[in-house]
Each structure stands twice: as structure tokens, then as C-alpha cells.
């Protein structure tokens, strides 16, 4: 069948409204329409060719919601009407490390991704599809280990955004960093993935949440998730501000923005003798993290978070309950909702740090 689909043909062009071809569903896969598809800066970087592990042309885009179509002969968990999400990270179930219960990282899904897997084609060759997604799509077909199914109660605009920016943030809060009831929290960078750890720190119980941005407007918008203190980074050493406001330290901080600097920053902002620092932000190719090793004698650790840490299949679509019963924001993320057609607009209004979750789609889906 054919799809219409956003490419990008070259790193930095515009993306383009395309027919492509789209290969059927085989017998472990599932076709989902996509109803909604949030954009984020990984996105960009694929686009830019800054971190841009796929070859173009690319369909980018991995933070869809949409409705199962067809599946295929062997699926058994999705059937056509269910609503899904398409996975960036799979998860088997069944190999070691989805066994572990320690990590998202599935490995049948590492070993599938490198071969990068896309069902999009034109001229019969290859378009690749980003994370083996490709959202930025009307169909996708991606196996059935790779696509969640969800609660069909929440609008799909906010839906999509469990798939990257809820999984990422709220994930690390959660999976990766346990933050424990009232920890003392920093965050540095207010963007959707902070916001969405400052909401995550909310939920574990932390009696301070503390942002760090260089935009004051961030301080505000990320009160309605739970923020309690803002330090301005243009207004001094934001390593000393928080020290102040812990008296000695944060017990967890996360980095999310994808700067060496500022990991190492985040690091120093931990309190010694247990303070965690997470790395979230995917930083540009060739970036590397400069520590002092006596601050981990000290106790300090650091550690990183893929997705969240959070399990595709089996945790990721409870993160729509906790919206469902109030315990989550999703409505304050998507300040921009904008026409499929519109979505170089859609990453522009995210560079320019006006919006937090631009969400884009090719249907209206109501409310
Ligand atoms: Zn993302
Ligand atoms: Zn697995």
C-alpha cells in the first residue's frame, strides 16, 4: 500500500509531503494509522545530521498514537481498533534483559535496530524510518513487540507524548533514578523532557524540585508541574545556588539538554556521600563528560537513562493512567498543535523555545 509520509531527503532540508510505498504487515507485525505525533529533538538532530544515525532519506518522528488497522496472522496483544503506540524501544519480553526487570534496553530489539528496519520505500529503495518508527507518517507498520497498546479514553494529541517525552522524563524520575519521598531534586533544562522530570519528582514525592534554565518564561510553565524553586543560570553559578537551596547539595539531578558541560555541572550540584546525577539529554556526536574521579570516592555517582528506563509494553501505557486519575500533566506539554503539512513550522516554534511539545498530525482527532 502507499502512505503519505514528511521526508527529508538531506541533512537540513525541509521535510516534504511524499507518497511512499509501504510494505504489508508481516506475520509478527501490526499496520497502525497514526493519529498524532509529537516532535522532539532527537527529531532535529537526525534532520540537522548533528547525531544522525540513519541514513537519508529519513522518516522522522517517534512519539505517535494512532489505531491498529491490521495485524498480522501471529500477533495475539493488538487487533484492528485497538489504539497503540509505536515503541522507540521494543520489548520482547523474553530475552535477558527484559527478564532482568533492571532495564528497557531489549536486547532482540538492539540486535533488530541495527539493521534498521523501515517498511517506507520509494522507487523501490529504501527511505529509512528514525528509530525503526517513522511517525512523521499517515501508516506505520512496526512489529508487535515494538507497539504498546493503550487506554482508548485519552485524546491522541496527549496520548502520543507517553511515547518519548512522558517515557523520557517521567521515566528517569521513576526507573532510573528512584527518587525516594522527599528528595531534594534539581533539573537542568526546562525543556519537555525537564518538565516531564520535574512532574516524575512530583509523583515519587520529592519536597523540592528545583529548574535551571536560562529562560525565565520556563519558571512559570514549569510550576504547573510541580516546580518549586527556578534558578536563573545567566545570574550566577547555578552549582552554587543550589548547594544553597539544599544546604549541601541535591540528592538526584538530571541533565536534560545533552551538554557535557552541564552534565558535569549537574554532577557537581550532588549532594556528597549519595548524590545521583542522570544523564537524559542525547548530546551531539563527539561530546564527552569530564569528571574528577575523587567526587565518586565521595559517594557522588552518575548514571544514564535511555527512554526513561521505562518498559515499552508493560509500563510505559500505565504512565496514561496517572493522567487519567490526575497525578500527571500531559495537557500543559502540548502548547502547539499544528497540521502534518505545517511540521517544519512545528520544529522551528521548538528551537525557538517557544513551545514545549509541538504535536502534528494528518487528521484532526476531535478534542
Ligand atoms: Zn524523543
Ligand atoms: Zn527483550
Known sequence: MKTLAMVCNAPGAPLVLEELDLAAPGPDEVLIEIMASGLC???LSQIEGKAAPYPFPVV???EGAGIVRAAG?????LKPGDHAVPLGIGECGTCGNCRSGRTNLCERFLADIAAQPSPFSRNGQKVSAYTGVGSLARFVVVKEYCAAKIRSDVPFH???????AVATGVGAALHTA???HGAQVAVFGLGGIGLNVVQGARLAGASRIIGVDINPARAEQARA???TDFVNARDGDPVAAIQALTEGGADHTFECVGSGALMAQAFAATRIGWGCCTALGVPPDGETLDLVPFN???GRTVKG?????????SQLPGLLDHYVEGRLNLKDLVTHRLPMVEVNRGFELMKSGEAIRVVVSFQDDGD
Not at 496472522?73 to 496483544?77: F, L, M, N
Not at 496527549?158 to 518519548?164: D, H, K, N, S, Y
Not at 537513562?305 to 515499552?312: A, R, W
Open 41 to 43: 529533538h532527537t527529531d
Open 60 to 62: 522522522v518522528g517517534h
Open 73 to 77: 496472522a501471529a500477533v495475539t496483544t
Open 158 to 164: 496527549l496520548a502520543c507524548t507517553i511515547g518519548c
Open 178 to 180: 528512584r527518587i525516594e
Open 225 to 227: 508541574f510541580g516546580l
Open 296 to 298: 565518586l570516592q565521595l
Open 305 to 313: 537513562s535511555f527512554m526513561g528506563n521505562i518498559k515499552g509494553r
